[in-house]
């Protein structure tokens, strides 16, 4: 299984970015072909707090139980707001919109990074910078027009939402995109 914790978002913020894709998209157009972006579906984006990668299926009870003895938090607000890439415009290979939110989702993904060191889960060499991929570029090179799109989106809300859980998702790549399937939620 390919595995992933991660936190939901509501489909206000989800109908939001959608909208953002669909602006993004026709704006760039054939710099977008050359680019050889490849959308992400907005049913399936998400907060992502640790990526597990492939985890076999009898591993799957052992991190929900370390989860579950995380125990539970105050919720918290988050914003998502802005627009940037990865790893910079002069060579974009992820776009993706930001998320502003209090100390308390970087030390949630630090419980997390930590519970899931323990159970032999290599550690996130990067620090924690929360954002939501929409799109991956193939091809990355500069483009005025992904250039200037971001820059007047940088201060763009896509809306406000309060944490209060997060989940245990699978991860089942197809030829058309990724299925993603909530296996856990917590705190339960």
Not at 176 to 183: D, H, P
């Amino acid at each position: 299984m390919r595995l992933f914790i991660a936190i939901d978002l509501p489909e206000s913020v989800r109908a939001a970015l959608a909208q953002q894709q669909t602006e993004l998209q026709a704006a760039l157009g054939k710099a977008g072909r050359e680019l050889g972006a490849r959308w992400t579906n907005p049913a399936g984006i998400h907060l992502t707090l640790k990526f597990l990668g492939h985890v076999q299926d009898d591993r799957v009870q052992q991190i929900s139980e370390v989860l579950a003895q995380l125990g539970g938090f105050d919720p918290f607000p988050v914003e998502v707001k802005g627009f940037g890439c990865f790893p910079n415009l002069a060579r974009p290979r992820v776009l993706w919109a930001g998320v502003e939110a209090p100390p308390a989702l970087a030390q949630l993904a630090a419980r997390v990074e930590d519970s899931m060191e323990k159970l032999g889960f290599a550690r996130e060499e990067r620090e924690f910078n929360p954002h939501l991929t929409l799109a991956r570029f193939k091809n990355p090179r500069p483009q005025t027009t992904l250039g200037a799109m971001v820059e007047e989106r940088r201060d763009l809300s896509l809306g406000r939402f309060d944490v209060a859980d997060y989940f245990l998702y699978e991860s089942k790549l197809h030829p058309t995109g990724a299925e993603y399937r909530k296996l856990a939620k917590f705190p339960r």
